[in-house]
DNA sequence: GCCGTTTTCGGCCCGACTGTTTTCAGTCG
């Protein structure tokens, strides 16, 4: 079981944490905790490249010792360093820290003074009303604390970007409506378009703060309030989100923006370049001594680091800093870039509306082309197509075609890539269409090794165009199928196959960091709805801020080239060999 | 524990809010 980027991540995440609550250097505790993320959002399997070049890579905040740390954990699996932190406190106590208000030196105390050691001897030690005698706490503390704890209990959750959205809306317009607001802006990781999202972050600029954190927390949606100052704010909706509220004077807004944007990571990097110039930056601007130098726009901000913009879905700390020092970055993805959607479904499988309803709908977007891309037999619960079918849907869409002068509707398939990588139909139907779309939907569970052969097989049918939502990942509901992602991005640029980035708010497949990989392996994308209704196909939304998350640009999307480009490419020059044999089968 | 073209030692991002404190530590984002 080869050991994954994310496990060395969370191993150095438990030594922060058991770091800090023994009190050790807190800067140590923090080179972990910084390794941690760097790992995790490493995009090359580290043990893989171990074992092929004999060395890791060069990784920013991993120096010698760490780096024999993770050499430690690749072969072993374990940390010596942990294991030996581990000895000195109980196995569940960090736990504690995933308790909002609780912090590494208040853990120490539960357990140094009351013999606490986990959320649960928490809870009771609560209950007792022994925590409100402990110096530092009080009874406000042992109310707050119980109903976190009982929260922690309940379990949190993270947000789907598409649901965050939805909670958003109404508080945008809400604030808005506050006389003497400025501008209301949803700031976090919202506004980088993450995937997931932990709670809101909103901006609110305006010369009088009062009357709007007054609406804030007195809106009709609010289920209890966390803090409220004269600025700031945080509650937790009904809907059990929680959202955060600045308020800040119109002068700091692009400092503010900068700042409640984040990420984390982003902000520190500039900080410390700041700090390089003589500057110091915080949320009310950038300064030089106790004159305001830059603040007003988020240009500004980064034009006084000597930085061009960077845009807010780039801002991870993954060299866009470096990248912007030494000029503009990409023109990432835009919405209006799109110039058809390459996978949609329609009322002849599972999807809701007919073929031309779909066609008027895309027509209505002002695209160049829609393919209709139906389910195969294999799928049997929504009366997947067998070869008859797809003759008769073929006929319909001939019929519709004179009806959309402007559009091109596109013959495909989602074809099942099945457990040996065959496709789901014979090669003869297969051949008859525009483009052929693969994908798995079934046998999630297959080895590492099985899966990626199976998938590198049926690329190498001669038919094959795109493969859908490629890792099978459903946010939050079903973990990713196990797949050697180099190789499918080098099989596909091989045999000229574009990935798909699937904007379904669940799927979001390909994720940010394999979009930046199919893009530095040469590897073309298509941002596609997966619609099943001509309204999802506002969803392509998601898609795009997946995609520039990864650092796409038009040039790198397949369906954001005219009509001829695209048909350039299904068309793909038959290969000389075909050395794993027909893929297609009777 | 990391890092460096002012540095291989001595730094390491910054401010608001809370609760308890009587001047501030801890936590959070």
Not at 58 to 73: A, F, N, Q, S, Y
Not at 317 to 340: C, F, N, S, Y
Not at 458 to 476: E, V, Y
Not at 553 to 561: G, H, K, T, V, Y
Request: hydrophobic letters at 40%.
């Amino acid at each position: 079981m080869a050991v994954q980027n994310a496990d060395i991540a969370r191993i150095f995440d438990q030594v922060a944490d058991l770091l800090e609550v023994r009190g050790d250097n807190p800067f140590r505790a923090r080179a972990y905790r910084n390794a941690a993320r760097t790992v995790g959002e490493w995009g090359e399997n580290l043990s893989e490249v171990l074992s092929k070049t004999g060395h890791l890579p060069r990784i920013p905040g991993v120096g010698t010792d760490l780096d024999g740390k993770i050499r430690e954990i690749l072969s072993t699996g374990r940390l010596s360093t942990l294991e030996k932190l581990r000895e000195e406190f109980p196995p569940h106590l960090t736990e504690l820290l995933s308790i909002p208000g609780l912090g590494p030196k208040k853990v120490r105390a539960f357990y140094e003074e009351l013999g606490i050691q986990d959320i649960s001897g928490l809870h009771r030690a609560l209950l007792d009303h022994r925590i409100a005698g402990l110096r530092g706490f009080g009874p406000r503390s042992e109310e707050r604390l119980i109903k976190s704890v009982e929260a922690r209990l309940a379990k949190v959750r993270r947000y789907k970007l598409a649901t965050a959205a939805q909670y958003a809306r109404p508080l945008v317009t809400l604030l808005t409506g506050v006389r003497g607001v400025r501008e209301v802006v949803v700031a976090g990781s919202f506004r980088r378009r993450k995937e997931t999202v932990g709670d809101l972050d909103l901006l609110v600029t305006t010369e009088d703060p009062e009357p709007v954190v007054g609406r804030f927390v007195s809106w009709e949606g609010v289920e209890r309030v966390l803090a409220s100052g004269s600025t700031k704010a945080s509650v937790v909706l009904s809907s059990g989100i929680q959202v955060d509220l600045r308020v800040m004077p119109p002068a700091s807004f692009g400092a503010a923006l900068v700042y409640f944007t984040g990420s984390r990571a982003h902000n520190i990097a500039l900080r410390r370049l700041a700090q390089d110039r003589g500057l110091k930056i915080n949320e009310y601007g950038v300064f030089r001594g106790k004159n305001r130098v830059a603040g007003e726009t988020e240009e500004s901000v980064y034009r006084i680091l000597g930085l061009s913009m960077i845009p807010p879905e780039l801002r991870e700390d993954r060299g866009e800093i470096q990248r912007a020092a030494r000029g503009p970055l990409p023109a990432l993805v835009t919405l209006p870039d799109l110039k058809g959607d390459l996978h949609a479904h329609t009322r002849w499988t599972d999807g809701h509306n007919s073929v031309r309803e779909m066609a008027e709908a895309a027509r209505d977007r002002g695209w160049s082309y829609l393919a209709i891309t139906d389910h195969s037999r294999r799928l049997t619960m929504v009366h997947g197509l067998g070869p008859a079918e797809l003759r008769e849907q073929g006929e319909e869409i001939d019929r519709l075609r004179p009806l959309f002068p402007g559009l091109s509707l596109l013959k495909g398939i989602e074809v099942d890539i099945l457990e040996d990588g065959q496709l789901d139909l014979p090669d003869q139907s297969l051949l008859s269409l525009d483009l052929v779309v693969g994908a798995v939907h079934s046998k999630f569970s297959l080895s590492r090794a099985d899966q990626t052969t199976r998938i590198l097989r049926a690329m190498d049918h001669p038919r094959f165009n795109i493969l859908a939502h490629p890792t099978g990942r459903l946010i939050g509901e079903r973990e990713p199928y196990d797949l050697d992602m180099l190789r499918v991005l080098r099989k596909a640029r091989e045999r000229q196959v574009a990935l798909e980035v699937n904007a379904h708010p669940e799927r979001l497949d390909l994720t940010d960091v394999y979009c930046r990989m199919a893009k530095d392996e040469g590897v073309l994308l298509a941002i596609n709805s997966d619609a099943h209704a001509p309204g999802e196909f506002d969803n392509l939304e998601w898609g795009v801020g997946q995609a520039r998350r990864g650092w796409i640009e038009a040039s790198d999307l397949l369906n954001a080239r005219p009509l001829g480009e695209l048909l350039d490419f299904l068309r793909k020059k038959p290969s000389k060999t075909r050395p794993e044999g027909p893929a297609g089968s009777g």
